[in-house]
């Protein structure tokens, strides 16, 4: 998608009108949100990146990429993210929409 279609979906949606996304947009997305969440729940537990690092069996640059939203997760680095945080994690992907969120565990 080259600059000026990109503009002219922005003035789409900012008009109301329904703007469609190409994937890659929505994956990135997804990407940056994932990113997002284990920011906030690194920073929530007072880790540093290369605390989670070591908890979760990665470098501190791969934490780093993740966080940017630059690199997509297998699911057993899911798992162990989710181990290193002392959470749940929830993705909730459908048409349009997506989320992603750590619940702590219980004390």
Same mark, same amino acid.
């Given at each position: ?10 003035? +789409? ?5 329904? =703007? ?8 990135? +997305?997804?990407?940056? #949100? ?5 920011? #906030? ?13 070591? +908890? ?6 791969? =934490? ?14 899911? +798992? ?16 349009? #929409? ?10």
């Amino acid at each position: 998608m080259n600059h000026s279609a990109w503009r002219t979906r922005r003035a +789409r949606q900012l008009a109301g009108e329904a =703007v469609e996304y190409d994937q890659e947009y929505v994956d990135a +997305r997804l990407a940056g #949100d994932l990113g997002q969440a284990v920011f #906030d729940r690194r920073i929530e537990l007072g880790l540093s990146q290369a605390e989670l690092a070591e +908890r979760a069996g990665m470098t501190q640059p791969q =934490v780093s990429r993740m966080e940017g939203g630059d690199t997509v997760p297998t699911l057993p680095l899911l +798992r162990r993210l989710a181990k290193a945080l002392d959470g749940t994690l929830s993705l909730t992907i459908d048409e349009g #929409d997506s989320r992603v969120t750590f619940t702590p565990h219980a004390a």
